[in-house]
C-alpha cells in the first residue's frame, strides 16, 4: 500500500468512526418495513441505473437447517441501530450486524424447558423490537409461547411473565386444554402494548379460537381481548347461529397485524371460522370471520370492521398483513386499507371509516347443494381493482402446455362442477379457483407513495374438493374426502399459463400500470414453452430510487423490477428458494438488499442462509 492509498484508508475508517447513526426510516425496523407495513424504503442509493451492478455482500448461515423434516425459513428480519434481527430455520433468535452479517448473539426457545412438542420446528416470519428509554427488547411469538429477549444480549427479561415469557394459551377466555395454538407471523406493539393474534386451525376437529389480545410490554399481563367470535352481548353475536360460538375456532389473525401510529388502532385480517368447507353448523355470516378488523390498541375496541366474505366455505381467509397506505384518488388524499385477498382481490378501505373507497358490489352466488348448509345469497366484489388473477374456473382455461396434459386435466375438471368464483361444491366434488394459495397470499404488497402505486404478486392457483360424512372426534357432519390442487400429469398447473404475475395498481385510476408473467420453469423453456410463471412464497419490497425486489418463485430466482414499467431489470439465481419476503436498509453509508434463500418447499433442497446483496 503506497502513502496515497493509506491516507485515503485511513481517511475512509476516520468517517465510518465518526459518521452519524443511520436514520431509523433508512433501516427496517418492522416485519413490514414501517409499523403500517408499506414495504416501502426511502433507501434509492440502489436505482434502475445500477442495480444491475447488485453482488453478494455477505452471507449469514444459520446452522439449523433440515432435510428430513425439512424446514423453511419464512422470515423477514428487521434492522434496528445497525444490528439485524431475525428468526431461523428453528425458530432460534439471532442477532447479527446489519453491515457484515457477524453473528452477535443466538436465542433457542427450544433449550429453556418447552415440551417436546414445542421443539418442531415451525413457521416464525419475524420479530419484533420494542423500546423504552433503555428498555430495548425482542419480542419472540414461537408456536403458543411469547417471549421478550434483551436486545442487546439475547438473555429472556426475566421480569416478563414467567422468566421471559407467557404461555399464549393462558388468558384466553376459552377453555385450552384439549386445544392447540399457534402464532406464526410477529406481533405488533403500540406504546407499552404488545398485542397478539394467532388461535387454532382451521378444522374439521375441535379447533381454538383467534381471539386478539394486548398484553403489558413490561410484564406480560393480559389488558385487554376482543373475541373474533363474538360471545353473548356482544357485537356479531347474532350472526353465529345457536351455540356455534361456543365450539366455533379458527377465526384468527394467522398473516400479521399492522399498526396506525397516528390514530392508535391495530388492523388485521381474520381468517375463516372452522369448519372451512363445511359450516352447516355455524349458520350466519359468522363476524368476524373474513373481515379487515380496526381494534384501539390501547383498549381492545372495535373501530370498525368490513368482512370481505359473509360465511365462509372456500377457505378465503385474509392471507395477508393489511398495508397502510396513503394514496391519491378523485382530487384526495386518503388514509387507507389495502387488503390483498385469495380471490386476488385488493379492497382499498378509508382507514378512518372502514368504508371501501373505489366501491364494492354484493353480487349472488348460487347456493349450497351440501345437506345443511346455507350460504349468504350474495358476496362482496370490489369495483376496482380487477382481479390480479382469474376468478372462477372456465373450460376453455384447461391447461394447453401439451396435448397430454390437456387431457389429463380435463377428465378431472369433467369430473366436478365448476363456475364463478364463490360457486359452492357438492358432494361429488367442486373446483376452488383461486385457489387455496390464492390470488395473493401471505407476502402481500408493497405500496410505493411517490408513485401512488401498489405492487402485489399472485398466483393462479386451482383445487378440487369432495365431500364424506365426518367420523368421530370431528365438530361436523361432513369432512373432506379430497382437497387436491388440480395439476396435469407432471404436477404442474391445471389452468392455462401464465401461472404468476406481478402487478402493479395505478390507486389514482383504481387500474393496472403494469402486469408481468413473474417466473420461469427452466425445463419448460426447454421445451420450447414460453415464460410461464411460478406459484410464490414471499412478497414483494419497493424503493424510492424506482425498484421493486422480490424471490419467492420456484425457479430460485431473485428479481429487481422497474417501477415505472415492470421490466426486470436485475436476477440473480439463489442457492436455495428464497420463500420470504425481501427487505432492505442502510449501514455505515451502504444499502443493502437481503432475502432468506433456504428452500425446503416442495421438494426442494432446505437451507439456511440470509444473502445480502450491495453495489
Known sequence: MNRRQFLQ??????????????????????????????????????????VANLKVAWIHKTGDASQRPATVIECTPIVVDGVMYLTTARNKVQSVDAATGKLLWTFDPADTGGAPSRRAPGISRAVTYWEEGADKRIFHAYRDQLWALNAQTGKPVATFGKDGAIDLKNDFDHDMSKLTYKHSSPVVTYKNVVITGGGGGEGPYPEAPGHIRGWDAKTGKRLWIFHTIPQPGELGHDTWAGDSWKYTGGTNNWAGMSVDEKRGLVIAGIGSPSFDYWAGNRLGDNLFGNCVLALDALTGKRKWHYQVVHH???????????????????????????????????????RET???IYGVEERPIPASKMPGEVLSKTQPHPLKPPPLSRIGFKPEWITDISPEAHEFVKKQVDQVEHGDLFHPAPMEGGIVHPGFRGGALWGGCSFDPKRNRVFCNTDETTNVIAFKEAGPGMNVKYALSKRAQLVDHEGYPGIKPPWGYMTAVDLAKGDFKWRVVNGEFPELKKRGIPKTGTHTNGGSICTASGLVFIAATFDRMMRAFDSETGKILWETELPAGGFATPMTYEANGKQYVVIAAAGGKNGSKANDEFIAFSL
Open 312 to 350: 365462509d366455505i372456500w377457505d378465503y381467509d385474509m392471507p395477508a398483513q393489511p398495508a397502510l397506505v396513503t394514496m391519491k384518488y378523485n382530487g384526495k388524499t386518503i388514509d387507507a386499507v389495502c387488503q390483498p385477498t385469495k380471490q386476488s382481490y385488493l379492497f382499498f378501505l378509508d
Open 9 to 50: 484508508q485511513s481517511a475512509a475508517t476516520a468517517a465510518l468512526a465518526t459518521a452519524a447513526p443511520t436514520p431509523r426510516a433508512r433501516e427496517w425496523n418492522h416485519y413490514g418495513g414501517d409499523a403500517g407495513a408499506s414495504r416501502f424504503s426511502p433507501c434509492d442509493q440502489i436505482k434502475p441505473a445500477n
Open 354 to 356: 372502514g368504508k371501501p
